[in-house]
T-cell receptor
Framework: EPEVTQTPSHQVTQMGQEVILRCVPI?????FYWYRQILGQKVEFLVSFYNNEISEKSEIFDDQFSVERPDGSNFTLKIRSTKLEDSAMYFC???????????FGQGTRLTVV | GENVEQHPSTLSVQEGDSAVIKCTYS??????FPWYKQELGKGPQLIID?????GEKKDQRIAVTLNKTAKHFSLHITETQPEDSAVYFCAACSAGNKLTFGGGTRVLVKP
């Protein structure tokens, strides 16, 4: 069964460092998303991406964040100058053209120390 | 924007009993309501969904109901089994297809 895969599963970084979280969406999907879940809180929408551009972003997704689909298969989330409050689980999701079902990866746990 | 509330936050049931989780949403434009199951160390897995043109949907032991007028929807799990133990999230989808999630319900099925 096709699945969304994310790497790494756990990332520890020093405050102020840049991190790149990687996702490989399901191969024929065209819509891509990043969500995050701070421990004990709701899963929150960060950004959606379609046709090589951001289609929607939340207030959380400020200039510190960027997304890219560098090679037609990977979908990355870059966080510049990480802060302690960026510590969370980050989930990538993808969706096909003619469906509303979004499929999630297993997540990357980001810990900023 | 959309706001989704989910209750209860924890639910403990005896194996074989039913479990019901309820969610409310605020945006009348939302038209798609998925439910996700999240097991430890894994990402959310879609288990059932319902669209706004349908009032009820069933898939084996799980069912979802939707009341558009009241803006609430519910997940029903019958004949619960230990493997149903997980965190369950409801979500609502409005324009743009981004999901707004509820806070989650930790379900524990006691053998």
């Amino acid at each position: 069964e096709p699945e969304v895969t994310q790497t790494p599963s756990h990332q520890v970084t020093q405050m102020g460092q840049e991190v790149i979280l990687r996702c490989v969406p399901i191969s024929n999907h065209l819509y891509f998303y990043w969500y995050r879940q701070i421990l004990g809180q709701k899963v929150e929408f960060l950004v959606s991406f379609y046709n090589n551009e951001i289609s929607e972003k939340s207030e959380i997704f400020d200039d510190q964040f960027s997304v890219e689909r560098p090679d037609g298969s990977n979908f990355t989330l870059k966080i510049r100058s990480t802060k302690l409050e960026d510590s969370a689980m980050y989930f990538c999701a993808s969706r096909g053209q003619m469906t509303t079902e979004a499929f999630f990866g297993q997540g990357t746990r980001l810990t900023v120390v | 924007g959309e706001n989704v509330e989910q209750h209860p936050s924890t639910l403990s049931v005896q194996e074989g009993d039913s479990a019901v989780i309820k969610c409310t949403y605020s945006d009348s434009a939302s038209n798609y309501f998925p439910w996700y199951k999240q097991e430890l160390g894994k990402g959310p897995q879609l288990i059932i969904d319902i669209r706004s043109n349908v009032g009820e949907k069933k898939d084996q032991r799980i069912a979802v109901t939707l009341n558009k007028t009241a803006k609430h929807f519910s997940l029903h799990i019958t004949e619960t089994q230990p493997e149903d133990s997980a965190v369950y999230f409801c979500a609502a989808c409005s324009a743009g297809n981004k999901l707004t999630f509820g806070g989650g319900t930790r379900v524990l099925v006691k053998p």
